[in-house]
């Protein structure tokens, strides 16, 4: 079991470190006085079923920027809803940027279960 949990920590750390490289990129031209936000990743295994259950939050912003920047694709984030592509670009956008390995290296395929905003942030 201490094995699990430290290619989990391992893991987390490593996704914390990539994933969060799409919504900063580079940012020697950014504004010094921007203010500084950060998502979160929550990672449940469900012992019962032998799965893992991940959770992003983003804010609703930089989400709809990174999509928009991604395919084109303007997801909407405010409280009139989202647009018909907004699954599918998020979905292909989570598919070519996160990726989660087993312990002999092979790529695990995920199922998006979709996503839902509420105020400022995008879960």
């Not at 949990?5 to 006085?33: C, H, R």
């Not at 303007?74 to 070519?96: A, E, H, P, Q």
């Amino acid at each position: 079991m201490n094995k699990i949990y430290f290619y989990l920590g391992k893991f987390l750390l490593i996704l914390l470190l990539v994933f969060t490289e799409g919504f900063w990129g580079d940012q020697s031209t950014a504004n010094p006085n921007h203010d500084f936000y950060l998502s979160i990743c929550e990672i449940i295994h469900k012992k019962e079923s032998q799965s893992l259950e991940i959770t992003f939050r983003f804010f609703a912003d930089d989400l709809e920027k990174t999509i928009l920047n991604y395919d084109h694709t303007r997801i909407v984030t405010d409280s009139w809803g989202k647009s018909k592509n907004s699954d599918k670009s998020l979905f292909n956008y989570l598919k070519n940027n996160f990726s989660i390995y087993d312990k002999k290296g092979l790529k695990i395929d995920y199922e998006f279960i979709g996503w839902e905003i509420d105020k400022e942030h995008c879960w």
